[in-house]
């Protein structure tokens, strides 16, 4: 019985210890979405929840792994800061990928509870960067027509969100160009609203992957403002004609706790041509 615990102990040690090597990296996840509203390959970075993560001294793992995947537009979707710390960590992160890459950001609920919202906006807006806080933008990537919408998270007030809700809700759209939402928050109850008003591809972060994961049984053990056992954690989510991408984030614990088969990511996201029939 002795040395059957003693085994139980090693073992749960050493999955403890290659659990915590494991986050001590991220992964490059990619998604592939099809599209009969382009007619050249976009590819999309989408940065969320990193919390003030550090890869590298200057981020300089996560600026290489970007730089990389050479996308056409990066997206921070909410929570690159952290209610306990300055900005320092995403205020370099926008210092080396401002002048080479098109950025979007939307605030997270860390980025209100800064009590620096005002000033991150600006900080984003000195680099180039387009803040999404209730507005649509029309750009375009590689010569393509796109439509890119955001808001910023609930918390930051319920009239100023649903105001901001109703201007991106009610926002001219063609439906010929590639739509494109950015909400930080992605349970149904919110997201829902934008599937119904006909948006393509809808990011969200938040959720840090449920935490947990154990592959093929728990697809995550909680998610804030979902509770346990989320349905809506991380991955790839099809609603009617909408695909919703949730990333699983970058921070490497969550809420204080482990992350448990649920490596830190860098979202790309690859929208490609489809042949309309």
Known sequence: MFRWGVLFIIVIASLAIG???????????????????????????????????????????????????APDLVVFGGDMTDLRAEPVVFCNLLDQLGERFPLAFVAGNHEVWTEQLVEIKEMVKAHGGMVLDGVCVSLELREQKMTLCGLDDPVVGLQRYKTQLEKVLSSERSPEDFSLM????PEWRRIKLFVEAGFDLILSGHTHGGQIRIPGLLNGLFAPNQGLFPKISGGEYFHQQTVQIVSRGLTRDSFGFPRIFNQPELVIIDLKPQENF
């Open 19 to 69: 659990n915590q090597w494991v986050n001590d990296q991220f992964i490059e996840r990619v998604y592939s979405v099809s599209t009969t509203k382009i007619s050249q390959p976009v590819r999309i970075a989408l940065l969320t929840d990193l919390h003030q993560t550090r890869y590298g001294e200057r981020s300089e793992m996560l600026v290489a792994a970007i730089e990389r995947s």
């Open 182 to 185: 950015i909400s930080h928050r």
